[in-house]
Structures are given as structure tokens and as C-alpha cells.
């Protein structure tokens, strides 16, 4: 298969296609604020010395790392300099996930099925690093005739592996501390944020305070805030915007206006609309509406 050299044509390839593409990158790509794209993210670093947000967290990779990001979690690099960072990066259409998928096999495990002490990075072995660097070699080979079966065949192939090294990693979580940026926290605030996520799935186009939120209830502001930090890893306010942002793309891609969407979605300013969506997604709401997404 083609393996990009930049994030942008690697993203707008998966989409195009709806499977997916690859980067191999060597050196920073300019600076981009905190985002979120249609496609699930693979990020495997090569030579660390980074640091990638990733919602609320900060990893500093090291050699070996590799994140996991689903379509609905925003994420940047937090320094652009002249120090080469070699790194290699998957973005995969979650309905071709899906249909590659079985009722026994779930493929998209590593993007959602991960515990809220796991965080998104996992640090592979030696042999797990040799084991993806093959599956990479056989991607991005060029075979002629049937090479569009052969990269289905290496890219099912890498899925399974690196979703077993995912649930192999969880099976060990209770041996190991929470990953750094995560708290620990008791099991009743398990249905305490249950009851806050609830909430404001259900009431998005409303005026979700956290003020409104702590009253409705009964709790101080600092308290609600720390324990759904400490349960999600992302603070409510990004959780709210994320997900009146994901309400967005699906209300634009049904043909709803730009003005009806944001209403719809809790913004009621226009321009903190716009401002919102550009920033979380990439793009306009109107051009984003334009392309016809689906």
C-alpha cells in the first residue's frame, strides 16, 4: 500500500477509501491545536523524546510506545522542534473495523473496551516492537496483482495481534498502578458518574452548567469534578464538547443546517459554535456539511 508522509493526506486517503492509511513520519508536522477526525488513530513511536495530549493526559513517549485513539478523543503533539521523531501512524475507517469484525471478535476492543485506569499508551517488548515492524514491512510492500487482498489479509493479521498485546496488558492492570495522570478512586463513584454521563447525554442541547450539574446532584463543583475526572480521565466540560461536537457531525451529515445543528447541539452562540467545531474536528461545519461526510 502507499504510505504517506504526512498526517493530513494519510487522514483524507482513510477517508476517501473508508479503509485505511498509513504515515511514516521523520520530522514534526506543524503545530496543531487539540483535534478530533473521523477515523480511529494507531500511533506507534520510534524514537520517544515526545509528548502527545490525548484529552485531559499527557504521555511523554518513549521508544516502543503505541496509542490508541478512538474518533471521539482529541489529541495534539505538544512541542514542534528540530529533534527527528520517527514515528508510524495508522488511521482506519471504524465502519471497515466493523465489518472485518465478528460477533466473537470485536477489532475496535482497543479503542473502547480499555479500563479508565489503562490511559491509551501501551509500551510494547522487544519482540512485540519486531512482531508490528513485520506487519509494517508487509503493508507497505508493493506487490502487483492482489495487493489490495494482501494489505486486507496483513492489516486483519495486525489488528488481532495488537488487540491480544491490548488484552494481555489488561489482564495484568490489577497487578500494576494506575497510569500516570489517573487517580484512584472508589467503587461507588462508578455509579455516581454513571448518573452525571446520563445526564448530560440526555439534556446536551441544554445549559450544562457545572454549577447546574453539581445541584442537580447534590454535590460541591470540586468534588463532582474530581471524582469524573478521576473515573473518565477527561474533565466535564471537555467531555460535554466532545460529545455535543460528535451530536454535530452526525446532525450535519443528515442534513440538518449549520444554525439548526449548533441549537440543537447546546450551542447557543453561533460563532462558539463555529469556533468549537473547526477547532475540535478540523474544518468548518458548513464545509464539513459540504463533503458530504456520512
Not at 499527557?58 to 510506545?65: L, R, T
Not at 495487493?147 to 491480544?164: G, V
Request: charged share 20%.
Amino acid at each position: 500500500m502507499f504510505v504517506n508522509d504526512s498526517c493530513k493526506s494519510a487522514i483524507q486517503s482513510c477517508m476517501e477509501t473508508k479503509t485505511f492509511a498509513m504515515a511514516r513520519l521523520y520530522n514534526d508536522e506543524r503545530i496543531m491545536s487539540s483535534h478530533i477526525h473521523d477515523c480511529y488513530e494507531i500511533y506507534f513511536s520510534i524514537s520517544g523524546g515526545k509528548e502527545f495530549l490525548i484529552e485531559d493526559l499527557v504521555y511523554e513517549f518513549e521508544p516502543g510506545d503505541i496509542f490508541f485513539i478512538n474518533q471521539s478523543e482529541s489529541h495534539c503533539l505538544l512541542r514542534v522542534d528540530q529533534q527527528a521523531h520517527e514515528r508510524i501512524v495508522l488511521f482506519i475507517f471504524p465502519e471497515y473495523l466493523q465489518r472485518l469484525s465478528t460477533p466473537q471478535t470485536d477489532l475496535s476492543c482497543c479503542f473502547h473496551g480499555r479500563g479508565t485506569a489503562f490511559g491509551h499508551r501501551i509500551g510494547m517488548s522487544e519482540k512485540e516492537q519486531g512482531r508490528f515492524n513485520y506487519f509494517m514491512h508487509r503493508l507497505s510492500e508493493s506487490r502487483g496483482f492482489g495487493q489490495d487482498l494482501m494489505d486486507r489479509a496483513a492489516f486483519l493479521e495486525l489488528m488481532i495481534f495488537l488487540n491480544r498485546v491490548f488484552l494481555s496488558r489488561c489482564a495484568q492492570m490489577p497487578l500494576q498502578a494506575p497510569e500516570s495522570g489517573k487517580h484512584s478512586f472508589h467503587e461507588p463513584h462508578y455509579a455516581q458518574v454513571d448518573k452525571i454521563l446520563s445526564y448530560i447525554n440526555q439534556h446536551l442541547s441544554e445549559d450544562l452548567t457545572i454549577q447546574h450539574l453539581a445541584a442537580q446532584f447534590y454535590m460541591s463543583s470540586s468534588y463532582m469534578c474530581k471524582i469524573f475526572k478521576d473515573v473518565t480521565g477527561t474533565t466535564i466540560n471537555r467531555y460535554i464538547v466532545d460529545k455535543r461536537i460528535s451530536l454535530a457531525r452526525t446532525l450535519l451529515a443528515e442534513g440538518w443546517s449549520v444554525t439548526e445543528t449548533g441549537s440543537q447541539c447546546g450551542f447557543h452562540d453561533y460563532s462558539n459554535f463555529i469556533r468549537a467545531f473547526t477547532k475540535n474536528v478540523g474544518v468548518s461545519p458548513k464545509k464539513y456539511s459540504a463533503c458530504g461526510h456520512s
